[in-house]
């Protein structure tokens, strides 16, 4: 099982990018934020891990080299409630509904800033958390 760097009663994030240096950055950010955060470079790690590190919310780069983030984000959302959170190089229509038929909760658009992708993680665990 993978170790989750940051604070130990955070909330966890995973994130899923076949880019080392950009899952590697996005991770360091989350945890500087008062995160907790594992960072894995495919689909199948996330899988084998997912059940284990129950994560509170998971970040998913669409183009992944393994599984299409699409793909990977339905199976997730089918084996366990969690906010999924589409993150990709597209900006169009397209991959705004696909990330919504597959479940995600919010889109990032690479070379998004610092402010929105703690405000978008703040919200989507601060919802999780709140009672039903």
């Known amino acids: 099982m993978e170790t989750a760097s940051g604070p130990p009663d955070a909330p966890l994030v995973l994130v899923v990018d076949d880019h080392e240096d950009g899952r590697e950055i ?13 960072a894995l470079g495919t689909a199948k790690a996330a899988l084998a891990e997912l059940d284990l590190l129950a994560p509170d ?13 699409f793909e990977l ?31 995600c909760c919010a889109v990032l658009v690479k070379c998004v800033g610092v402010a929105t992708v703690l405000s978008t993680i703040k919200d989507v665990v601060s919802r999780r958390s709140e009672p039903a």
């Not at 996005?26 to 594992?38: Q, T």
């Not at 669409?62 to 299409?68: A, E, K, S, T, V």
Request: aromatic letters at 8%; proline letters at 4%; charged letters at 25%.
């Open 26 to 38: 996005l991770s360091e950010l989350l945890v500087a934020s008062g995160y907790r955060s594992v």
């Open 57 to 69: 919310a998971v970040i998913i780069d669409i183009g992944l080299p393994d599984m299409d983030g």
């Open 73 to 103: 984000a339905t199976t997730l959302r089918a084996r366990r409630d969690v906010p999924v959170v589409a993150y990709t190089g597209y900006a169009d229509a397209a991959t705004y509904d696909l990330a919504r038929e597959a479940g």
